[in-house]
């Protein structure tokens, strides 16, 4: 089967199991949830687990579905709990108004590092990508763009032959922590290049369920936001001068935005 899916057909004995679809059904969800699921030497939650994320389709053998449509119903039955309500709220929110907005009225300031697509010219700027490959020296470094994973640049970014020159033993490539996508949109400004939104480009990700995942998410995001924020606008000159898709006009609703967000 397409995918490397297998299909498995179960023959009923009338003898030993009831006739009807019923205990077919019956049949079946003893076989995938009683002995597929149960039977190993997993551990009782492990088993819950597995039985959780667990789905059985039930169809009519003359019913046509397009593969969307299982992928809609999965997605219905796992929406859960009202935190993940409101960040569908807030991510439609922030991205059909604000960005859309910072898009008609400038340039947008953070493209999101789940889904985002940048020219490779301009990562090569020599004032972004050596900048962004800067170790932490304050206090404020930290929290602006040491948000992320540690590891290396070099394997971070794949550079073109003409890089080859930069070895991993030089001082651009030592171990620190990825920046935030916010600190490199940043750097792109200064530079003077623009950020779009594109609305027709569309994705999915998967929002924190628990409490405690959705506080470490934000304890990152808010102060990298703030942070950034506060150093365009402190350079606010220098970016209107560079940057033709920065006005006076967009650094002042920016200004709004950011004292709306220090005292929210």
């Known amino acids: 089967m397409p995918g490397g ?24 969800m003893y076989y995938f949830l009683g002995y597929k699921l149960n039977c190993s030497d997993a551990t009782v939650r492990v088993n819950r687990e597995r039985a959780n994320n667990t789905y059985l389709l039930a169809l009519d053998g003359d019913v046509a579905f397009r593969p969307e449509a299982v992928s809609l119903l999965i997605d219905r039955i796992k929406r859960n709990g009202p935190l993940v309500w409101y960040q ?8 059909w108004l604000q960005k859309a907005t910072e ?18 010219t301009a990562l090569m700027d020599d004032n972004v990508m ?4 800067t170790p932490s020296t304050e206090a404020r470094h ?12 070099y394997g971070f970014f794949l550079f073109p032959p003409m890089f080859q020159a930069l070895k991993p033993s030089s001082s651009l490539f030592i171990p620190i922590y990825l920046g935030e996508d916010r600190w490199l949109c940043t750097l792109l400004l200064q530079q003077g ?11 999915r990700t998967s ?3 628990s409490f405690g995942e959705f506080f470490n998410q934000r304890r990152r995001w808010i102060p990298s936001t703030l942070a950034n924020l506060l150093e365009l606008l ?29 005292t929210a």
């Open 234 to 262: 402190g350079a606010w000159r220098q970016v209107v001068r560079v940057n033709d898709d920065v006005s006076c006009l967009y650094v002042a609703y920016q200004a709004v935005l950011f004292v709306w967000q220090w």
């Open 207 to 209: 929002a924190p369920e």
């Open 142 to 153: 930290y929290i602006q763009h040491d948000q992320g994973k540690q590891q290396t640049l």
């Open 88 to 95: 569908t709220f807030e991510y439609a929110l922030s991205h």
């Open 5 to 28: 899916n297998r299909i498995v057909t179960h023959l009923k004995d009338k003898r030993k199991i009831r006739h009807k679809k019923r205990w077919s059904q019956v049949m079946a």
């Open 193 to 203: 290049y623009r950020i779009e939104y594109s609305a027709a480009a569309d994705a």
């Open 103 to 120: 898009d008609v009225l400038g340039c947008v300031l953070c493209s999101p590092g789940c889904f985002s697509l940048y020219r490779g």
């Open 130 to 133: 050596r900048k962004y490959a």
